[in-house]
């Protein structure tokens, strides 16, 4: 019997780590692209404050238009596909 309840807290191990593994893998690149977001709006806003610059949002919200959420979209060619 002690047997048979080891094999299962095993198992219910082994399917919460794949449970863990899979939500991680479905998360992994929406909060890679929020924190590549939050990095170069951070970015942007302290060079705008280091360089005394009037609207300092206004770098903020260039580096958020400018980001996106594929690294390398912007850098296709049009016309080509």
């Known amino acids: 019997m002690a047997e048979a309840r080891l094999s299962a807290r095993g198992r219910s191990r082994a399917f919460s780590a794949i449970w863990l593994t899979d939500a991680l893998r479905a998360v992994g ?5 929020g924190l590549r977001l939050w990095a170069s709006v951070c970015l942007a806003l302290y060079v705008a404050f ?12 260039t580096a958020a238009i400018v980001c996106q959420p594929h690294l390398g979209a912007r850098c296709v060619r049009a016309g080509t596909g």
Do not use: H, K, R, T
């Not at 690149?29 to 692209?33: D, G, Q």
């Open 29 to 33: 690149p929406p909060l890679l692209f």
């Open 50 to 61: 280091w360089l005394e610059l009037d609207n300092a949002f206004w770098a903020a919200n």
